[in-house]
């Protein structure tokens, strides 16, 4: 018996060695835990392992979801396109967004 979990992510690494690229699979926190630095501290351990890797990351977010695309481009992200009716069932879009390799970047 531990403590509540009160978020969760996932991150991969594809391709060869000295070529990878991370996807964010998802990064997700309790309603009642949100705004207390969860969803930052989870994005930068999943940033932690794409920087190890010297790997840019990818990764999709609702268009309407602001506070998340805020951490996001707080962290070096940028909107590279947009996938239609990328949310199933509601049909929502999504922006699909990358960060450069850690070479590229300078992260808080």
């Not at 962290?75 to 960060?99: E, H, I, K, L």
Request: glycine letters at 12%; a neutral charge; charged letters at 20%.
């Amino acid at each position: 018996p531990g403590a509540p979990v009160s978020g969760y992510a996932g991150i991969s690494v594809l391709g060869p060695a000295g070529g990878h690229e991370c996807k964010v699979h998802t990064i997700a926190v309790d309603p009642g835990a949100r705004g207390t630095g969860g969803g930052r501290a989870l994005l930068n351990a999943l940033l932690e392992v794409a920087d190890r890797h010297r790997a840019p990351v990818f990764l999709e977010v609702r268009t309407d979801n602001t506070v998340a695309i805020s951490l996001y481009e707080s962290t070096g992200f940028a909107v590279a396109g947009v996938r239609r009716n990328y949310y199933q069932p509601s049909g929502a879009d999504a922006y699909t967004m990358v960060r450069p390799a850690a070479a590229e970047v300078n992260r808080p």
